[in-house]
C-alpha cells in the first residue's frame, strides 16, 4: 500500500474502470469508450515506468560543470506507447466505424436489441 | 556491411514480412475484377518462396538471425528464423497462396467489385502481421504484428455483411475481445521489460532464471498466458470464434481457420518455452494444471457442441476450437513428445480445415447458403466437391492414412508416456472427441448423400477454379498423412531445439 506504487494503482483502477465498462454497457459507443479507457490506462503504465525520480529528458548534456553525469529518464517505453498509442486509435476508428454500420444495417447501438433481433430472425 | 549482406538472400527474413506489407498499399489502389486478386496471390507466392527457402537454409546451417537496419540485437530489433518460425512461415505462406487461388471467383460473390482493391490490401496486411508475429524476435514487434493482423482480421470479417449483416456484430465482437487479449499481452510484455530493461526474446529468456520467481514475473505470465488464450481462442475464451467464422467471407475463414490461431498457439509455445523456459512454466507456474483441463474440457464439450449446430461453417468452426484443445494438450503436457504432437497437429489441422473450409466454399458459391437445410442432397447436385468434404472430414476424426490420425497417434503416444492413471485417461477422452467428431461430419455426411435435393435442383458442380484449390488442400492433407517425414520431421526437430534450449 505504499504511495510509492502510486503510478501502479491509478493504472489498475483504470484498466479495470474501463474493462468493467466494456462489460456491463450494452451501448457499442459506450464500450468503445470503455475498450480505449483500458487501453489507455496501459500507456499511463509503460509512461510512467520510464520515469527515473529526478530524471531529465535523454538529451546529451553538453559542458557539464559539477562533473556529475545526469540522470536520464528511461525513453525506450515511451516511444513504445507512441506505437501503441496509434494502434489504439487504429483500434477506436476501426470499432466506431463497425458501430455506424451496425447502426445503418440493424436501426440500433444497443447490444441486447441487436440480439432480440437476432432471435426473432 | 560486408559485400555479402548485401546479396538478396541475406534479407530474406525481412522481406517475408515487407513483401506482403509494401504490396497492401498498392495493392488498395487497384480496381477491377482481376488485378487486386493476382497482385495478391503473385505477392502471397513470392512470400511463400522466401519462406520456403529461409527454412531450407535454417534445416542445413542452423536458426538464422536477422538485424533490423543494422542495429546490433539487443538494442535493435532482431528477426529470427529458427526450425519452429521457419516451418511456420512456410505454412502459413502455403495456406494463404492455396486459398487466393480460390479466391478469385469466390470473392466476385461475396465482396462489391469496387471493394475488391481494399479488400485484398487488408488481406495481405493480415498476411503480413501473422509471418511478422513469427519471424520477428523482438516481444515488442510481436504485439505490433498482432495489431496489425487482428485489425485487417476485424475488418475482412466485417465483410461478409453483404451476405448476411450479422458478420457486423460478429466482427464488433471480435474487435472487442481481441483487443482485450492483446492489451493483457501488452501488459504482460511491459512487467517483462520492467524486471529486465529489455525486449528481445533471446535477451529476456537469458536473464530470466535471475528474476523468474518475482512477483512481476508471475504476473507477467499470467496476463500473457490469458491473452494469448483469449487470441488463440482457447476454450473458454473462445466465443468469438465461431461468429467470426460463420459470417466471414468464405475464403477468409479458409485463411484464418488454418493461420490466425496457430499463430496463437505459436507464440505460446515461443512464450512458454523459450521466454520462459520449461522449468519455470511447468513447475513454477504449473502450466499443466491450468492448460491440460482447459484443454480436455474444451475438445471434449467443443466437439459435443458442433454437432448441433445448424450451420456447416459454425459446426466447423466449433470443431476448431475443439482441434486447438488438442494442441494445447499436446504443449500443456510438457514433454518432447507432447511438444511434437502439438506442432504436428497445427501443420495437420491447418492443412484439413483450410481444405474442409474451401469446399464449403464450393457449396456457398453454387448454393448460396451455408445452412444444413439448404443442402439437402448436395453429395447428389454437387459431388465432386462433397466427395472432398467427406475426404477432409474423415482427417478431421483421425482416420488411419490422414494427418489427423497422425496427430493423434502422437497426442496418445505423448499422453502415454505419462503414466498409468492420467495418461490412459487422456486417452480415452481422446477416443470420446474423436467419435464425437464422427457424429458431427456424420451430420453433413446423412444431409449430404441421404436426402432427396429439393424439386428442381440441378446438378451443379462449382468451377474448375474453386474445385482445384480444395482438392489440393484435401489430397494435400492425405499426403501428408501418409508421408509424414516432412511434417513429423519438422516438429520433431524443432521440439527438440525447443526442450534443448530451455
Known sequence: ?121 | MAPDMLSMSSQFPILVAIIPLMAAPVCALLRGRNAPWAFTTIASAFAFYVSLQLLLTVASSGPISYELGGWAPPWGIEYVVDLLSGFLLVLISGISTGVLLFARESVVKEIPTSQLGLFFAAYLLALTGMLGICITGDAFNVFVFLEIMSLSSYALIAMGERTDKRALTAAFQYLIIGTVGATFYLIGVGLIYMMTGTLNIADIAARFPEIEGTRPILAAAGFIVIGLAIKLALFPFHVWLPNSYTYAPSIITAFFAGTATKVGVYLLIRFIFTVFGVNYSFTGLELTDILLPLAVLGFLSMSAVAIYQTNIKRLLAYSSVAQLGYMILGLALASESGLTASIVHIFNHAIVKTGLFLSVGCMFYVVGSNYLKDLDGIGRRMPITTFGFVLGGLGLIGVPLTPGFISKWYLVVAALEKGSFIGYGLVALLMVSSLLAVIYIWRVVEVAYFRDPPDGAEKEEAPMSLLVPTWLFILGSFYFGIETSFSVGMAKAAAAFLMGGA
Open chain 1, 1 to 121: 500500500m505504499s504511495f510509492g506504487f502510486f503510478n501502479y494503482w491509478v493504472f489498475i483502477i483504470l484498466l479495470m474502470i474501463g474493462l468493467y465498462t466494456v462489460m456491463s454497457r450494452s451501448n457499442l459507443v459506450k464500450k468503445m469508450i470503455g475498450l480505449s479507457l483500458f487501453q489507455i490506462s496501459v500507456f499511463l503504465f509503460y509512461i510512467s515506468m520510464g520515469k527515473i525520480s529526478g530524471g531529465t529528458a535523454p538529451i546529451v548534456v553538453e559542458n557539464i560543470t559539477d562533473g556529475a553525469a545526469p540522470v536520464y529518464s528511461n525513453p525506450l517505453p515511451h516511444v513504445l506507447i507512441l506505437t501503441a498509442i496509434v494502434v489504439g486509435i487504429a483500434t477506436t476508428a476501426l470499432g466506431l466505424s463497425l458501430v455506424v454500420r451496425i447502426r445503418e444495417s440493424f436501426g440500433t447501438i444497443d447490444e441486447e436489441e441487436i440480439l432480440e433481433m437476432k432471435d426473432g430472425a
